[in-house]
């Protein structure tokens, strides 16, 4: 264990030496390039979020008409609609959660539409489950989210179960593991730390609360 910590050290100061010999190399005129790269970048996207902000994101709201859908998803590069209906209390939970995301996702448009509003677009898209997600990108419909299944088949699932859920279709920014869900990830960190405790023994946990020195 001892030559593990010493090797991972050893490679930690060892890139940690590159990176001050890389900065070390750069001269006045390559720090102030990527200092003004980085402010362009900066006020590029301060200016993207005011443009997605004027056109209705960060936000989730109602729109009236399958119209109105089609000029959302001409705007908006990456969209989220809830097709719903108001007499099905499964649509308020995903309202609760769509809600929040939209505040945490600016890049993207977040909407609902009544489905008695728009006959010909549910048939179009063969929507026959409410509730039922649409998560289309460029204006091409990429996925679909029906019901509670991919979200665990349960009503008490969590906004990041939904967030990983949409991610996977690529219309939010999402940093997380696409491949693994937030409640196992969840579990498969619960097992390692408790995987380390069997490894240290019950002696190592007890120096560990040891202020005796």
Known sequence: ME??????????????????GRLDALDNSDLEAIRQQRIAEMKQRAKQKQEWLAIGHGEYSEIDSEKEFFAVC???DSVVCHFYRSDTPRC???????RLLARRHLETRFVKLDVERAPFLTGR???????TIGLVKANKTKDF??????????????TEMLEWRIARADVIEYSGDLLVPPTEAKKQRA?????????????DSDSDLDFSD
């Open 191 to 203: 097992l390692q730390i408790q995987s380390k405790k069997t490894i240290r023994g019950p002696a």
């Open 3 to 20: 030559q593990i910590l010493h090797q991972v050290a050893h490679n930690m100061e060892k890139q940690l030496d590159n990176e001050i």
């Open 125 to 131: 898209l063969k929507i026959r489950v409410i509730p």
């Open 145 to 158: 989210i029906v019901g509670f299944t991919d979200l665990g088949g349960r009503d008490d699932f969590s």
């Open 92 to 98: 308020r939970i995903v309202d609760m959660h769509l």
């Open 74 to 76: 001409g705007k908006s």
